[in-house]
């Protein structure tokens, strides 16, 4: 079945360390998006990949990293991660750059303790 | 850069009634305005769009309406059920032409009693 996934589902990371969420899509989408959602805040752009070998910062890009290596994969990683990142992120693709037809992915719990 | 705000933070409506949501925006720029649903543990889902040369879309017991120049626009549900209870988001275009980026609103979350 054609979509998105993310992995892992949830996690509860130390404080300091490095850690990197997946996003895969097979649908051939050129952009990709990730976002951070908290209760109060909504869904915060963090990274966005309007195609594969180019990367752009949101609006809450720091202590953030993000890569485009092809089309399929955005990873995001978290150089060294502190408690203000526990947060679910969702991964998101569309077919063109842009806002229509996004697809989400299905989250990433994150718990920094 | 894009700003949106959305309110109520929490909606509680009885079955049968109307429930609206609304959003404001701040970037004059923006074309484009979705709403998302997110059902509890579940993705955001779109569920009904408007671009900004039409004032007001409909689809069966969800309608979206637009003013440009106030810039705003709102979620209108009617006869709510239980099954619409849920987190809304709103969002709107920031950025130029059609690769500009959603930015969303804080969400709104609807409980419908039965």
């Known amino acids: 079945i054609a979509g998105i996934t993310q992995a892992p589902t949830s996690q509860i990371l130390a404080a300091g360390r490095r850690m990197t969420l997946r996003c895969t899509q097979d649908?051939?989408?050129?952009?990709m998006y990730w976002y951070r959602q908290d209760l109060g805040l909504g869904l915060r752009l963090i990274h966005y990949?309007?195609?594969?070998?180019?990367?752009g910062k949101g609006e809450v890009p720091d202590g953030y990293s993000v890569s485009r290596a092809n089309t399929d994969d955005f990873p995001l990683t978290l150089a060294s991660a502190v408690p203000s990142q526990t947060s679910v992120y969702f991964c998101a693709s569309s077919e063109t750059p842009g806002p229509y037809g996004y697809t989400f992915g299905s989250g990433t719990r994150l718990t920094v303790v | 850069g894009e700003n949106v705000e959305q309110h109520p933070s929490t909606l509680s409506v009885q079955e049968g009634d109307s429930a609206v949501i609304k959003c404001t925006y701040s970037d004059s720029a923006s074309n484009y305005f979705p709403w998302y649903k997110q059902e509890l543990g579940k993705r955001p889902q779109l569920i009904i769009d408007?671009?900004?040369?039409?004032g007001e879309k409909k689809d069966q017991r969800i309608a979206v309406t637009l003013n440009k120049t106030a810039k705003h626009f709102s979620l209108h549900i009617t006869e709510t059920q239980p099954e619409d209870s849920a987190v809304y988001f709103c969002?709107?275009?920031?950025?130029?032409?059609?690769?500009?980026?959603?930015?969303f609103g804080q969400g709104t979350t609807l409980q419908v009693k039965p």
């Open positions: 649908m051939r989408h050129n952009a």
């Open positions: 969002a709107a275009t920031h950025g130029s032409g059609n690769t500009g980026k959603l930015i």
């Open positions: 408007i671009r900004s040369n039409v």
């Open positions: 990949s309007n195609t594969a070998g180019t990367t």
